[in-house]
């Protein structure tokens, strides 16, 4: 692609200067001239109010026959012989999916031994299992997921394929889209369809969060995109009868460059965010570190996980692991309860799926309070003990 501008038509009035975040547009000679900056986004081609800028795209784009792709594909990954939770998440969501495409919805496992539970699916929505087995699939080798992956969707063609942004989602994702030869949408927030196109209008933020960026796959298939745990709610279906393909494959250690020579599992001396029913987070209103121990009570007072928005990690008054927000962890407690923490949007990606959310700002107008179910509008420092003495009072009590 190219962006041309023609300068007989250019009026200098800096419109496509203001709209673009990269430095990508100077004026030269009373002219718009484009710089080696420009990543060819084309906010300047919308902005110019006299159709001065033009975005030349590639004449040898190859578009694909869009109508032999069909199926909503959710690609499951597991560790210890338990599929990871983010698959049952995703197939909530594409079951939505499926059902406005009015197309079916698969999840594919490669592993072993997982047969007993390859029925139980249909209670999460999917209408098929597509199960590859291998002994050598007991561990994720990345080389010998891509190849699978990649001829199992070269056959069937789905129309779009969902992926757990986890470090394992996030290795073989690229890599199978580029095998493929289409996008990849990474660290979606929001996932639609644009019914008379069914192209997947896929969200995300951008520019460290202060944007959201809704991205689509026009020209290629299938639509491909990872999504965070946490982000969508697994669904709720009564039991159906679910179709199984099960494919055998003889695999060993040979088939991949790499090879695993020890799992080694990890003490957790704390719950992870994602898994926590109660969090209670604190962010830069809290002040100082030493004002983060009535936050660090008040989660003891609840049984509750102590949470942190990015400016309370990057102060160094919380440990990273308990960041949460675009950068941190996502998380949907049923209660989250976010004490001096403004609410912008990165952090709010990784909250707002909360079931309940309580948010405690001095500051009445605070985005923050456009989430919560419950709003406090006051000093935390006041507040915050008041609460934590209420909860033991009551506990004591029980």
């Not at 694909?64 to 909530?92: R, T």
């Not at 009570?297 to 927000?325: I, K, P, T």
């Not at 948010?359 to 009445?364: P, Q, V």
Request: some cysteine; hydrophobic content about 40%.
């Amino acid at each position: 692609m190219s962006i041309n501008i023609d300068s007989e038509l250019c009026t200098v009035c800096e419109s496509c200067i203001a709209a673009c975040l990269y430095g990508g547009v100077e004026i030269i000679e009373n002219s718009a001239v484009i710089t080696p900056d420009c990543n060819l986004c084309g906010a300047c081609v919308d902005a110019c109010p006299v159709d001065a800028i033009t975005l030349k795209r590639a004449d040898h784009v190859e578009q694909v026959d869009k109508s032999q792709y069909k199926g909503v594909w959710v690609i499951a990954e597991h560790f210890g012989g338990e599929i990871h939770k983010v698959a049952y998440q995703l197939l909530g969501k594409g079951r939505e999916l499926a059902d406005i495409l009015k197309t079916d919805l698969t999840i594919v496992i490669l592993g072993i031994n997982f047969d007993k539970i390859l029925s139980g699916f249909s209670n999460y929505g999917a209408d098929q299992v597509i199960y590859i087995e291998s002994k050598i699939l007991k561990h994720y080798y990345s080389d010998i997921y891509v190849n699978i992956l990649f001829d199992l969707i070269t056959e069937r063609k789905p129309e779009i394929i969902l992926i757990g942004a986890t470090p394992t989602g996030r290795d073989f994702a690229p890599r199978l889209a580029k095998r493929l030869n289409t996008g990849l949408t990474a660290d979606c927030t929001g996932l639609e369809i644009e019914e008379e196109t069914r192209n997947l209008r896929q969200t995300r933020p951008t520019f460290g969060g202060n944007l959201m960026a809704t991205i689509l796959t026009p020209l290629s298939r299938p639509q491909m995109a990872t999504v965070r745990p946490g982000i969508f709610k697994a669904s709720n279906e009564t039991k159906k009868k679910i179709k199984i393909i099960k494919i055998e494959r003889d695999l060993n250690e040979t088939d991949s460059v790499t090879k695993v020579l020890k799992v080694i599992k990890k003490q957790k001396t704390k719950i992870n965010l994602e898994d926590a029913a109660i969090i209670v987070s604190g962010g830069r209103g809290v002040g100082s570190k030493e004002g983060f121990k009535i936050i660090k009570e008040l989660a003891d007072a609840l049984g509750a996980e102590l949470g942190g928005s990015r400016v309370s990690v990057e102060l160094n008054w919380v440990d990273h692991d308990r960041q949460v927000g675009q950068t941190g962890k996502t998380v949907s407690p049923k209660l989250y309860i976010a004490c001096g923490i403004s609410g912008a949007i990165q952090h709010s990606v990784g909250m707002q799926n909360s079931e309940i959310i309580v948010a405690i700002n001095r500051d009445k107008s605070a985005p923050i309070f456009n989430l919560a179910h419950y709003c406090l509008v006051g000093d935390l420092h006041e507040i915050v003990p008041i609460l934590t003495k209420e909860i033991r009072r009551i506990k004591s009590e029980d």
